[in-house]
């Protein structure tokens, strides 16, 4: 026990520390876009064990497969992951998860995450990206306020949809890439 409090001590203090760092912050050797549909074919494969263990569908929809962002990859990837940890903790067995991606027509690619969880009350739906509030017992709040100030630091944004009480509907708004990637 004692062990295990250490770690989760441990983890929230990393994660505070990532906080209070740039997040967000451009690394060198990366590139500064990506193409969405391979960032979610990565995550798809990263959570493939856990989504048939708990026997959760993940839909993928993109109107076009080449869509590209202003956004390192590193960076949507832990983006995307934070939500999709959050929906599925939400949905515990048996549901859907879907990955929305579409571009806009001034040049802003959405990118919406939803699921069939029991949705974000709405007493507490203008509070999910503040820093440090969480509603679980072993969160240290700080999933979203780090995805919301990685997605600012992009020229992005993030909203909770208008009526979360059905289900959660996060939708990411952030540039397009001037380049395609294949």
Request: charged residues 25%; hydrophobic residues 40%; glycine residues 6%.
């Given at each position: 026990?004692?062990?295990?409090?250490?770690?989760?001590?441990?983890q929230i203090v990393?994660?505070?520390?990532?906080?209070?760092?740039?997040?967000?912050?451009?690394?060198?050797?990366e590139?500064?876009?990506?193409?969405?549909?391979?960032?979610?074919?990565?995550i798809?494969?990263?959570?493939?064990?856990?989504?048939?263990?708990?026997?959760?569908?993940?839909?993928?929809?993109?109107?076009?497969?080449?869509?590209?962002?202003?956004?390192?990859?590193?960076?949507?990837?832990?983006?995307?992951?934070?939500?999709?940890?959050?929906?599925?903790?939400?949905?515990?067995?048996?549901?859907?998860?879907?990955?929305?991606?579409?571009?806009?027509?001034?040049?802003?690619?959405?990118?919406?995450?939803?699921?069939?969880?029991?949705?974000?009350p709405?007493?507490?739906?203008?509070?999910?990206?503040?820093?440090?509030?969480?509603?679980?017992?072993?969160?240290?709040?700080?999933?979203?306020?780090?995805?919301?100030?990685?997605?600012?630091?992009?020229?992005?944004?993030?909203?909770?949809?208008?009526?979360?009480?059905t289900n959660?509907?996060?939708?990411?708004?952030?540039p397009?890439?001037?380049?395609?990637l294949?």
């Amino acid at each position: 026990m004692l062990l295990e409090e250490t770690e989760r001590l441990n983890q929230i203090v990393t994660r505070f520390l990532e906080f209070t760092r740039d997040a967000g912050k451009q690394q060198d050797d990366e590139p500064r876009f990506c193409r969405v549909e391979n960032v979610v074919n990565k995550i798809q494969q990263l959570f493939s064990h856990q989504l048939a263990q708990q026997n959760i569908e993940l839909r993928c929809s993109f109107n076009d497969p080449e869509i590209s962002v202003k956004i390192q990859e590193s960076h949507l990837r832990q983006i995307l992951m934070n939500l999709l940890l959050n929906s599925i903790e939400a949905i515990g067995k048996n549901g859907w998860l879907q990955i929305e991606a579409q571009e806009e027509s001034d040049g802003i690619i959405k990118i919406i995450v939803s699921d069939s969880g029991y949705g974000i009350p709405p007493e507490i739906a203008g509070r999910v990206f503040d820093p440090f509030f969480t509603t679980k017992d072993t969160g240290a709040g700080l999933g979203l306020a780090i995805v919301e100030r990685i997605i600012a630091s992009h020229q992005g944004t993030i909203q909770l949809a208008e009526d979360p009480s059905t289900n959660a509907r996060f939708e990411i708004r952030l540039p397009k890439a001037d380049k395609i990637l294949k």
